[in-house]
Structure formats: C-alpha cells, structure tokens
DNA sequence: CATGAATGAGGATTCATTCAT
DNA sequence: CATGAATGAATCCTCATTCAT
C-alpha cells in the first residue's frame, strides 16, 4: 500500500523537478525562446515526458506562477491582518512580505514581472491571464487599505491612495528587475535588500510629511 | 531635380513606418514573439522588402532602441549641465526628461525596459546590448553626480548614491512598465504623469530628511 | 550616324562586361550558388540592368559556354583539316587546340566541363544542354576520325578509336580540373602545360605501341 | 532483449536510406541545387526527420564523402604495400583500386570528384574540405612513390615523377566524369572499365619507353 | 537606358507536439 | 511510465525576376 504513496511522491518529486528546471530557463531566455528540449535537457528527461506531467508549454509556464503570486498574496495578508502593526509598521510589513517572497521564489516572481511586461500573453491562456490579474489585484486593494487607513488618521497626506498603492508596487517591481538587469551587465554583488530598504524608508518619509503646500 | 530628394524622402518614409510597426509589435509581443511577418503585413509590404530596409531582425530591433536611448541621455545631460538648477530642481528635471522621453517614443523605451529586463538578450548581439548597457551606464552617472553634489551640499543625507541612483531608475521603470500593464487590465485612463510626479515627490521629501540616526 | 553605331558599341560593351564577369564567378561558385547580385556588383551595374541585356540567368550562363566551344570546335577543325599534318601530328595539334581554347577563355571552359559534370542541369534549358552535346560530339567526331586514320595506316593498333578518343578528351578534361582543384589547395605555380604534354606525350607512345597480344 | 538491438538496425537502415538518397540526388543536381525536401521526399521521410539524423545539409553531404575517401585510400594503400608486385603491377593495381572504389560507390566518388572541381566550397564546411584534401594528398603520394621507384629501378624514365602521379589520377578521374556525362547523352551502354583499362596501357606503354631524346 | 524598389517562391532550420513501443 | 522517432507548421532569410520612373 505503500507502493501508491511512493509512487504519488515520485510524481510529485518529478513535477517539482520539472517546474524547478522551467523556472530557471524561462527567466533566463524568456518564454518565447525557451524550448521544451532546453527544460527536458535539464532534469535529464525526455520531452515527451514533460509532456505527461504538464498538457502544453502554456501550461508548464502557467503552474508556475500562480504557486508564487498565492504566497506573495498570503504574505501581504499576514501583514494586512496583523493587528499589533501600526499604518507604517504594515508599510514597512509589505515591503518584507515582497522580499519575503522574492527569497521564497526569486526566479517566479521575476517570471511574474516579466509576464505582466512582456506580452507573451499572445501564446498563454486568457485564463492564466485573468488569474494572475486577479491575484495582483486582491493583493494591490490590502495595500491600497493600509494607505488609505493612514490617511483616515492623518499619517499621510491623503487623496493620493491609488498612486501611492502603485508607487509601492512599482518600485519594488522597478527595482527587482533592475537589479538583476545590473547583475547582467555586473555579477558582482547584489545590493537589492539595501536597495530596497532605503527605497521604503525614502517613501515612508514622504508620505508622512505634512499635507500642507505640497508642491 | 526634386526627383531624388523625393525618392530619399520616401525612402526614408518607408523606413519610419517599418519601424514604427516594428515597435508596436516587439513591445506588444516580445522579440522572440515578434514574426518579420507580423511586422510586414502591419506595414503592407512583403517580408523580403523589410528585409531590403534592414539586414535582418536583430538590426531592426536595434535601430529602434538606439535613437531612443540616445534621446533619454541628451534629456539628461541638458538637465545635468543646466546652472540654473539647484539639486532638487535637477531631480525633478530628471524625472521630467525620463517623462519627456517617454512621451518622444513611449513604445521604445518600453522596449528598451524589456530588454533589460527579458533575456531575449541570447538572440539579441552583443554588440546591441553592450551600446544600450553604455548608455544607460553613461546616462545613470549623471544622476549619482547629481545626488552626490545634493550630499556635499548637506541638502541630502549622503552614503547612498549609488542606491538612491537606482531608486530614481527603478521607480520611473517599474512605474512606466506597471501603469502599461494595468492598461491591459483596464484599458481606461492612464495616470502615469500623476502618479510618476507623486513618486518622485515622495522620494524627493524622503531625500531631504535630516540625517540622524537614520533607522 | 556614328551616333548609332556608338551606342551599338557600348551595348556591345557592356554585354561583354557582364559576360565577362558572370564567367569568372559561375566558375568560382558553381551556377546554383552564384546570384545575380554577385554579377551584377561586380560589373557595377543593377541586377535589373543585366536582366535588360540577358533574359535570366540560364540566357547568361548559356551565352557564356556556346562562344567557347564553337572556338574549340573550330581549333580542332583547323587541326583536322591541316593536310600538312601526319596522324601523330594531328594528335599533338589537337592537344594543342585544346589548350589554345584553354587559354582563349579558361574560366568558361572549366565552366563548360563542370556543366556536363555537374548536373546543374535541371536549372539549364534543354536547349543549351542540347547544343552543348552537339558540338561536343562533332568535336569529338574528327579527333575519332583522325585516331581511325592512324589504324588505318597501321601506325597505331586499330580496334579502340572511340575509348582512344575519349581518353584524349577525358586526360585534358581531368588534367584540367585536377590542376584547378590543386590549385585551391596549394595556389603556387600551375603545371597544366607541361603536365598535359607528357600526358599526351605517354599516350602517343602507347598508341605507337605495336598490337600484338596486347594484355 | 533484442529490442535495443532491433532498434539500433532500424536507426542505422533510416540512416543508410537516407544517405542513399542524399547521395543520388546530390550527384544529380549538385550540392546547392540539392534542398532537403528533394531528399525528405526521396525517403518519403519529412524534412524534419533528416535533420534529427544529421545536423544539417552540410553535415549530411560530409557524412557521404568521407566514408568512400576512406575506402579509396585503403585500397591504394593495399596494392601500395603488397610486396608481391613489381612497379608496373602496381601502377595496375592504382587502377584497379581506384574502379574498385568506384564500384563501391559510383555516386560517392562522383561526388567527390564534383567538389574538387566546382566551388560549392562556400557553402561547405572548411573542415570537410581540409579533410578532404588530406585523403586525396595521402593517396596520391603514395602513388608518388611507386612511379619514383619504377624510376630509380630505371623501368620509368624518371623526372616526372608529380607529373605522372597527375596524369594517372587525372585520367581515371577525366574518364569516370567523361562517361558519367556520356551516359545523359546516351544513356545505353557503360565502357568506363575498358576504356579506363586502355587508358592505363597506353599511359604504362608511354612510362616504360626509354629515356632518350624525349621530344 | 539604367535602376531602385518590391515581391513571390522557395529553402534551411527549429520546435511544440504526438504516438507506438 | 518513459521515450525515441516522426512531423507539420512556422520562422528567418535569400534570390530571381518584374516594373515604374
């Protein structure tokens, strides 16, 4: 009887290994000119063989994603439920909470980035599409929340919420990808978790500045 | 007389138009994407007469880019060498010319976030890559002079020119590629300027702050 | 009036700039891999222009080879004819008419020995290939003639007059492409002449050879 | 348990089909004129098919010519080396070896044959045709030194030692593509090995005569 | 007359996908 | 279950050829 549990794990380990081998290759080439000979070269598998854990290309792409941008959306709400954090706690929160998840997943997430940048919409399903708009959306409005709930008790300077909701997102995004764009061009170090520290304490300053003649 | 000058002019219509349906194409599709037929039935000409204006995929993707980076420094350096500015008046200027080189080619400089962001980089020259890594390496130093200056003056907390660079870079592409993604989402109005001069507020307030016992 | 005439010259010119310029590349590249491009940049003219003096590229490549073999035939012929001569002359004459067309116009009879090598034919009219046969058949005809009249007169061992004719034609044929080839390989001095000399030189002995139980 | 081993056959049939075809139609219409769909269509395989066996035209076409290359050179080296035969017996034996080859794979040699006379070098790998030249170096040198033998042993009238290695390849060659062209003119009988045999007494009569006053 | 421009018809090559074993 | 083998459908690119100026 074990045997059926051995073999549901087998499967399992081989789906996780498929994915994992995507993962890399995607990010690294892009969708469009990642072939299934590239992945199946890197878990050691025929292709035909991906072909009966995953229906398509599409598909194997799409299973990727969604996994990662769940928990970027579970991370955000931890921090949107925690009661003990105050507006700029949480703020500070959901920057860690997209850290967090980017040192879960980094390869997906920019996958993720790259996806809602790139239009490799053309060849993946509306479906993936929608989920992955859904997600973001669900996401962006607890952040959107939080802001407005510093308004509401005159932290910030209000009226700005959905921009500032964007901002957050943005440069974190801005930066993820331009940090690994530096990597390209120098290997080095990687300075995103300073970077991107000082991008929020930046921002949180600026929001707490007094409403009066801005600009 | 004319009679050349037409045919140059007209030669050069021609090639504007390739390129600009060229540019829609690649941003909406990605490079790898991208079909040179795709390209031609949108300009109306064969495949082969593309290939008469451009050597091949790689020179017409790279002839886009170029003259847009080349814009994106001039705007910069005429911020950067302008004496009438003071720091924060250049930061803002600097936010402006990304703005304003935006609005000059607003597909292209998508396109050029792209490929700093996608690898399409394997099929991509190196010589193309190389060009665009100088130029943004070119156009870059000239904001961390820039915040360094703002440092020395004592009008920012200094130590972290390189970062707050990259800040700056950082959220004028997560922002620009964001707001184009949203557009996908609802293609409805587009509050890019707003939210784009709100950001550089922000970041330009957190700038300023004093520096104590920074965190 | 001279006007007309002038004209009439120049088109003649011209007509032989591109002729003579298609020879040197069809032979260099084989026909199929010689583009039209490839004449026409070497004559410094348009493709198109070339296509107003030759219909296509088969007329062109056909114009080529049909001047040269009528030239051949009419060495041969004028060895043939030459009353002067003794049959071991009139081999060495023909020998030597081979190698008088040889030097007439090399490129374009290495030219003609590839095309009844090569079976570019597919691509050449039937025509051509027609008339090529021919004249070489009538060529080969007084070589045969002459071979038969040395058996007759008992000075050569009658019975092989068509395999002794083809074996002239073939060792200047064969002499001719290896020391071509050769030539690729080691591009110093060539030795045609005096390697088909002592080609012809060995056959002729053996000719002479008296016809006893002959192997 | 056999299974490997019947699939291991098929593969190796598929690929001998294959070139089979490739080496007809190549000798047919020359290697630049030759598509891939001419072959695919020959074996009544897709094109894609050809290419999971050979990693392009080149390739394929190298794969064809070396393996004869081999066999010609072997066979020389056969007579070369037989101890039993004097100088004349070998210079028969060269011929011999050299139809030998050509009965093994008539298409082959005439394959060869056509890529030392015509330049579809371009397109050809210059690895395959430095290996090519190396074989062909190879056998004749060993040529080379039976006919300096026969000089030295005063059989031969020496001097022309290059000269008659030449001659001797030339003629076999000159003769093979002389009747392989004969043959599209009248495509009824095939004298190449009589004639051929001729051509080798007339050339072994003309080396045997003495050395006097030599033209 | 000469040509720049345009193109249809391939041709080499790749790749996602299927299927029999 | 895993895979080698096969392939149709692209895709990039080339080239002979035409035609308006």
Same mark, same amino acid.
């Given at each position: 009887?074990?045997?059926?549990?051995?073999?549901?794990?087998?499967?399992?380990?081989?789906?996780?290994?498929?994915?994992?081998?995507?993962?890399?290759?995607?990010?690294?080439?892009?969708?469009?000119?990642?072939?299934?000979?590239?992945?199946?070269?890197?878990?050691?598998?025929?292709?035909?063989?991906?072909?009966?854990?995953?229906?398509?290309?599409?598909?194997?792409?799409?299973?990727?994603?969604?996994?990662?941008?769940?928990? /970027?959306?579970?991370?955000?709400?931890?921090?949107?439920?925690?009661?003990?954090?105050?507006?700029? +706690?949480?703020? %500070?929160?959901?920057?860690?909470?997209?850290?967090?998840?980017?040192?879960?997943?980094? #390869?997906?997430?920019?996958? %993720?980035?790259?996806?809602?940048?790139?239009?490799?919409?053309?060849? %993946?399903?509306?479906?993936?599409?929608?989920?992955?708009?859904?997600?973001?959306?669900?996401?962006?409005?607890?952040?959107?929340?939080? #802001?407005?709930?510093?308004?509401?008790? +005159?932290?910030?300077?209000?009226?700005?919420?959905?921009?500032?909701?964007?901002?957050?997102?943005?440069?974190?995004? +801005?930066?993820?990808?331009?940090?690994?764009?530096?990597?390209?061009?120098?290997?080095?170090?990687?300075?995103?978790?300073?970077?991107?520290?000082?991008?929020?304490? /930046?921002?949180?300053?600026? /929001?707490?500045?007094?409403?009066?003649?801005?600009?």
């Amino acid at each position: 009887m074990g045997v059926k549990e051995r073999k549901q794990r087998e499967k399992q380990a081989r789906t996780d290994q498929i994915q994992a081998a995507a993962k890399e290759i995607f990010l690294q080439k892009g969708y469009a000119a990642t072939t299934m000979e590239d992945i199946a070269s890197r878990v050691e598998l025929s292709v035909a063989t991906i072909y009966s854990y995953f229906k398509n290309k599409g598909e194997l792409y799409a299973s990727l994603n969604l996994i990662t941008l769940k928990f /970027l959306e579970e991370q955000i709400e931890m921090v949107y439920r925690d009661e003990t954090l105050g507006v700029e +706690g949480k703020i %500070i929160g959901f920057k860690d909470a997209m850290y967090k998840t980017f040192l879960y997943e980094p #390869l997906i997430l920019k996958n %993720i980035l790259h996806l809602q940048v790139v239009n490799a919409f053309a060849e %993946i399903s509306d479906d993936l599409i929608e989920k992955i708009n859904d997600m973001t959306r669900r996401t962006l409005r607890m952040m959107a929340a939080v #802001l407005q709930q510093g308004a509401s008790q +005159g932290i910030f300077c209000g009226g700005h919420v959905m921009a500032d909701t964007d901002i957050l997102w943005s440069t974190f995004t +801005g930066l993820l990808l331009w940090e690994e764009s530096k990597k390209r061009i120098n290997p080095a170090r990687d300075y995103f978790k300073t970077t991107l520290d000082r991008a929020f304490d /930046l921002l949180l300053l600026g /929001l707490q500045k007094k409403c009066n003649p801005e600009k």
